[in-house]
């Protein structure tokens, strides 16, 4: 009954602190190993992703942070490990169920990967029309809906995606990743190429439409205001595994040198004392 | 009573679908709705509020009763809060009881307003067949004044290029060598090899009926050497390397590389233009050539196979029956046939715009206009070559 709402606790405020063993897991990835040719990128890597959290995810260029986002969707085979999404193994999973999963996750790229040829509007119906049946009247509104909850303004509906700049695409990709109201929000970089203020708007609406729809997002990000104001949970990747994570309070306090010098280099100090 | 009855459906086990159940008394009208009210049950949700909708129509106040759903989307919210303001439009109260907080929330955020519909696109008539059909003449008209201008451009690169040799670049146009001309020998070499072999073998058979077979290698010489070998390398090449041309200048425009190449003061003709025509224009002929060898060895192995015309007899008739003439009247064509190629296929790859779209039509219009064009050269040609007795 609570499963699209979690506890108003985890939903309108945010509660970091809670016991994590109390909390549902929504992706578990267990020993997880990818690589290219002779190249090791992920090496008995272990991570949890709880239900309604925002979860950052940094590390160092290069790393795979984006590989790892494309080994839990499906994207990239790996060669050893399992992962579980919404407590079913991706490796036992049917066709059908592959793809009943599939419509509970909204991804938006780091491009916006958007379809060049479809308007906006069409872009955001695409997934609507190949899951839903719906009247024509209540598409054409939803997906209307779903343009103007990212901020877009509705003229930004008809426009193909070559007439728009980079921040109303991640706008524009962001509507059709939550065309389908989903449970779980892939976010790869999704401020970066964006100005600070718009950057800072982006972060907003992550949040707010988190709150609203009590989203769980896993975000990719290098962005440190992102970190500090929206992210509950922090995860850094080094040499193929997770080597701190937890709140942004216990990323400070890690002992990793990369970790230390990320979160108290220069930038990181005056993204502290703005945040907060 | 309704609230009892109600009390029993809910207890049957499948509970998850979208349920709205009301009772009428007098003027007012209260909803329980019940189930989870989200995307993947949209239809029963669409279905479930008309019926609503239809039954409430002429009454004086509604009440949505909604503690008993399960689960609430946007999708949900919309189609709640749009019936709500629907009633309101008719003059019909309606109001939401029993609300969570969390779908307060929600149903403040979708709070429904109209939207602007989607332009509707008219439906094509005969002034439209008119006005494309004009339409389309222009653009042929200015595609050939573009071209010419784009030709001088290239020339004047060319001649940039001439003026200052430092500028040239040799590793692009050996690399477009091997490309166009090295990698293409083999599919070139096959298909005029199998072409010469079937017109070898029908001329046998035609020709067989008149006693006059020897007579296939005057007809396979000739019309290898004056047409099929340039003619079909022509359109073997406009299909491989010019389809590729377009494809990856028209991508480069598509993500800007072409900006970025100006803006360093490079000039895109000259650093990604001139070497791909170049290459052309020497890889063409060497590929004519080859084919039109392969397309004699093909046409000499059929006719020894079919008409008893051992290899000696064949080659001794074909240097009896072919002048030198014949053969540089061919090849005199393979360089203009590569310029007008290379031509057709940069300049409709510097138009792609933005969407794939675009790069996939462009690549298909490319390809069909330089195999026309290739196909229309060669018959200026032919009347320019008889027009002077070749």
């Known amino acids: 009954m609570s499963a699209a709402f979690p506890s108003a606790s985890a939903s309108g405020v945010r509660a970091p602190h809670e016991r994590d063993d109390e909390r549902e897991v929504v992706i578990r990835v267990r020993d997880l190993e990818v690589g290219f040719g002779e190249r090791l990128i992920m090496k008995g890597l272990d991570l949890d992703v709880y239900r309604g959290e925002i979860l950052g995810f940094v590390g160092p260029s290069g790393q795979g942070k984006s590989v790892l986002t494309r080994a839990i969707l499906g994207l990239v085979p790996k060669r050893a490990g399992s992962i579980e999404v919404f407590g079913e193994n991706v490796d036992n999973m049917t066709e059908s169920s592959r793809s009943e999963i599939e419509r509970r996750w909204g991804v938006l790229f ?3 990967a958007l379809f060049s040829a479809l308007t906006v509007r069409q872009n955001v119906q695409v997934p609507m029309r190949e899951y839903l049946e719906l009247s024509p009247r209540l598409l054409d509104e939803l997906a209307m809906l779903k343009i103007e909850m990212v901020g877009l303004k509705p003229d930004a509906a008809d426009k193909l995606p070559s007439e728009l700049s980079g921040g109303m695409i991640k706008r524009a990709s962001l509507a059709r990743a939550l065309s389908l109201d989903p449970e ?25 439409l988190q709150r609203t729809l009590g989203l769980t997002v896993f975000m990719v990000t290098h962005d440190l205001d992102s970190l500090y104001t929206v992210c509950d949970r922090i995860a850094a990747l080094g040499d193929g595994r997770i080597i701190a994570h937890g709140p942004i309070d216990a990323m400070l306090a890690s002992e990793d040198p990369w970790v230390r010098a990320y979160f108290h280099g220069k930038r990181a100090r005056s993204a502290m004392s703005a945040g907060g | 009573m309704g609230a009892k009855e109600l009390g029993g459906r809910r207890d ?244 800007e590389e072409i900006d970025a190449l100006r803006v360093m003061g490079l000039d895109p003709i000259e650093v990604l233009i001139v070497p791909r025509i170049l290459a052309l224009v020497i890889g063409l002929p060497i590929l004519a050539f080859l084919g039109s060898m392969a397309a004699l060895l093909g046409a000499g192995l059929v006719a020894w196979i079919y008409g008893d015309i051992v290899p000696d007899v064949f080659l001794t008739r074909l240097k009896a029956t072919i002048e030198f003439k014949t053969f540089l009247v061919g090849m005199i064509k393979a360089p203009f046939m590569a310029l007008v190629i290379g031509l057709i296929a940069s300049m409709e790859g510097m138009r792609v715009e933005g969407s794939a779209e675009s790069l996939g039509r462009h690549v298909t219009s490319s390809v069909v206009k330089s195999i026309f064009m290739v196909i229309v050269l060669d018959g200026f040609f032919a009347m320019f070559f008889a027009a002077i007795r070749l």
Request: glycine residues 10%.
């Open chain 1, 184 to 208: 779980i929000l892939f976010l790869d970089e999704p401020t970066s190429g964006l100005d600070p203020i718009g950057a800072g708007e982006f972060d907003e609406l992550i949040a707010t």
């Open chain 1, 110 to 112: 780091q491009q916006g």
């Open chain 2, 12 to 255: 049957e086990a499948d509970a998850r679908d979208p349920k709205a159940e009301f009772e009428r008394h007098g003027d007012d009208v209260r909803a329980w709705l019940s189930g989870r009210w989200t995307v993947e049950h949209a239809g029963s949700v669409e279905r479930e509020m008309a019926s609503l909708v239809d039954a409430a129509a002429d009454c004086g106040r509604v009440l949505f009763d909604l503690s008993e759903i399960d689960r609430l989307d946007t999708l949900g919210a919309w189609v709640l809060d749009r019936t709500r303001h629907d009633f309101g439009a008719q003059g019909v109260a309606a109001d939401f009881v029993g609300v969570r907080s969390e779908h307060h929330i929600l149903l403040n955020e979708v709070a429904y307003r109209g939207f602007q519909p989607e332009p509707v696109k008219s439906s094509p008539g005969f002034r439209d067949l008119l006005a494309d059909v004009g339409e389309a003449v222009v653009n042929a008209g200015r595609d050939f004044a573009h071209g010419v201008s784009f030709l001088g451009e290239v020339i004047a690169a060319l001649t940039r290029v001439v003026v200052n040799p430092r500028r040239f670049r040799v590793p692009a146009l050996t690399n477009q060598l091997e490309q166009i001309a090295f990698r293409g020998v083999p599919i070139i070499v096959l298909i005029c090899f199998l072409v010469g072999c079937i017109v070898a073998q029908q001329g046998l058979f035609q020709l067989q009926r008149f006693g006059a077979q020897t007579f296939v290698v005057n007809l396979v010489g000739i019309l290898v050497l004056r047409e099929l070998g340039v003619l079909l390398t022509s359109i073997m090449v406009a299909g491989r390397s010019g389809a590729a041309f377009t494809a990856e200048i028209g991508s480069m425009k598509m993500r």
